[in-house]
Nanobody, 127 residues
Framework: VQLQASGGGLVQSGGSVRLSCAGSGPTFSRRDVAWFRQAPGKEREFVAAVRWRGNVPVYSDSVRGRFTISRDNAKNTAYLQMNSLKFEDTAVYYC?????????????????????WGQGTLVTVSS
């Protein structure tokens, strides 16, 4: 399964941007999909995930209430709507999918549960 993230760019603080993650392969619709991000000099961190069963979203504390993750299995695509952006949201955003269809809730933030990563898209928030 290949994943390709797009939609990043330069945005002002308080602005919005929508990221897309295009997947391929027959298993995309039966895998949880997540977004991680990595800022310069920092470790990759979990942002949000959407379960393949029921489309239930999960968010990190830092983005809850500002970001919305969704997916369209008919299009093999996931999205991350990012509102009220802050300077500290500046990072390369990666989409990924879980390696199995049965990852437990507490493991959704663990990058080792994911087996396919897109190339990332840069979001730069100007202060």
């Amino acid at each position: 399964v290949q994943l390709q993230a797009s939609g990043g760019g330069l945005v002002q603080s308080g602005g919005s941007v929508r990221l897309s993650c295009a997947g391929s392969g027959p298993t995309f619709s039966r895998r949880d999909v997540a977004w991680f991000r990595q800022a310069p000099g920092k470790e990759r961190e979990f942002v949000a995930a959407v379960r393949w069963r029921g489309n239930v979203p999960v968010y990190s504390d830092s983005v809850r209430g500002r970001f919305t993750i969704s997916r369209d299995n008919a299009k093999n695509t996931a999205y991350l709507q990012m509102n009220s952006l802050k300077f500290e949201d500046t990072a390369v955003y990666y989409c990924t999918k879980t390696g199995t269809s049965s990852v437990i809730w507490s493991e959704l933030g663990n990058p080792r549960q994911y087996d396919a990563w897109g190339q990332g898209t840069l979001v730069t928030v100007s202060s």
